[in-house]
């Protein structure tokens, strides 16, 4: 086991609140892009954690967003207009110096097809001749004039289009400058949409999950994962605003490489006000590989416990070539089949409850065919759901009502269980 391994879990067994942001599905421990629609999603999961203040204080979130989206409406206003600027210009360019070679060109695919396709296949595959091959390619159609001989004369037939000049159609003075206009105009929509991922993305939850666990708790254990190394500074963008001063006041985005627990020290210069902050860090890739693996943490979790008490195991096991099993092993003469469930914990409680429901029935089910095989002859069978929900009132909940759906001796030894309620060393 690697160093970083071992130092994350000496941190995860001590802390409560690492185990609660740890155990979390991966799609809401780690900054997650959901596509596709409700019946075909697809969620992608980067390796980046967001440590933000913002929901500490919900008026500074919602003076974020209102402002974010009012300028959203001032860009989508500045774009049209750049567009509307230049249309005319460029479409004037194109008549006059391009749409004849465009035609003819379009008009020997819709001829020739395949054998235009297969000309500049031949045109790029022959190297030697490739240079000669392209200009007759570029006269043919009347892109460049008859007198261009090489790639030399090429680039500077293109350089007069566009290098400024007082007679350039395309490249002047004023078109100069609406250019950097648009350089900076689309910094800004890099900068706003981003932004506004981030005060709408999944991490919000990272920084406040459980009525047992508060802010000041996890930027303490931020910056314990900080100095082990398990977390590290991302080298993308941090976006800090100060929400108390007016818009557009002080806002933007910068590199930080800050140990969590300075997050705090972030002040506005103007009026020293906490600045809201969104502080991208990245996971060690060891830690990374866990979390996003099928399992998540959770099944890495209970081997680390196993392998504290030297305990024998087996993960991912087939039987019956239809069931498999997350894990199991021999102790003291008893067999222990364990299944684990990482579920996404931002949902309603009645739709953990049939997922729990559901997964406890499907084990059941297996266990009963297991018990079967002469292996397992006579041994005295412990099944166990191993869940990444800690809340220990639910858990009760459901077993409660669990009961009165199934009785018989291997059901009332099948446990629900998480990793708090876990022991071995009895």
């Known amino acids: 086991m690697s160093l970083i391994i071992q130092s994350f879990y000496n941190i995860f067994w001590q802390d409560p609140a690492c185990q609660n942001l740890f155990l979390l599905s991966k799609e809401e421990l780690l900054e997650s892009i959901s596509f596709g629609d409700e019946n075909n999603p697809y969620t992608y999961s980067s390796n980046r954690i967001i440590i933000s203040n913002a929901q500490n204080d919900s008026e500074a ?32 360019i194109y008549d006059k110096k391009l749409k004849k070679s465009f035609e003819k060109l379009i008009n020997d695919y819709n001829e020739k097809g395949w054998r235009l396709f297969v ?5 790029i595959s022959n190297e030697k001749k490739r240079e000669d091959n392209i200009i007759q390619f570029l006269h043919d159609y009347g892109f460049i004039g008859k007198h261009i001989k090489t790639f030399e004369g090429v680039e500077k037939h293109f350089e007069k289009l566009f290098i400024p000049k007082k007679r350039n159609e395309l490249i002047n003075e004023q078109t100069i400058n609406t250019f950097f206009e648009g350089i900076k105009f689309i910094k800004e929509l890099y900068v706003n ?14 920084n ?5 666990d508060n802010f000041n708790s996890r930027l303490k254990l931020f910056h314990l994962l900080y100095e082990s190394k398990i977390i590290y500074p991302s080298n993308e963008d941090a976006f800090v605003e100060c929400s108390n001063c007016e818009p557009e006041t002080y806002k933007g985005t910068l590199q930080l490489r800050i140990n969590p627990k300075k997050l705090n020290n972030l002040k506005c210069p103007l009026c020293s006000s906490e ?7 990245e996971l060690d890739k060891e830690i990374h590989e866990i979390v996003k693996s099928k399992d998540g943490l959770l099944l890495n979790a209970l081997c680390n416990r196993l392998d504290k008490y030297n305990i024998d195991y087996k993960t ?9 099993l997350d894990c199991f092993f021999n102790k003291n003469d008893e067999i222990y089949f364990i299944e684990v469930k990482m579920y996404k914990l931002n949902t309603s409680k009645s739709k953990l409850k049939s997922k729990v429901k559901e997964h406890y029935g499907k084990l059941v089910k297996d266990v009963k065919r297991l018990i079967k095989l002469d292996q397992f002859n006579g041994k005295r069978i412990n099944p166990i759901l191993l869940l990444n929900i800690n809340n220990d009132s639910l858990l009760r909940e459901i077993i409660g009502e669990l009961k009165g759906l199934h009785s018989g001796t291997l059901e009332s030894n099948c446990k629900i269980i998480n990793l708090g309620l876990l022991r071995f060393e009895e």
């Open 316 to 324: 991912n096991v087939n039987f019956l070539d239809d069931i498999e």
């Open 275 to 281: 600045l809201t902050y969104f502080i991208p860090y």
């Open 61 to 92: 979130i919602d003076t974020i967003k209102f402002r974010s989206e009012r300028y959203d409406l001032f860009l989508g206003n500045s774009l049209e207009e750049k567009i509307e600027y230049f249309k005319p210009i460029i479409e004037d």
């Open 119 to 123: 000309r500049f296949i031949k045109i």
């Open 193 to 206: 949409h981003s932004y506004k991922k981030l005060y709408t993305t999944n991490q919000v939850l990272v």
């Open 208 to 212: 406040t999950l459980y009525s047992e």
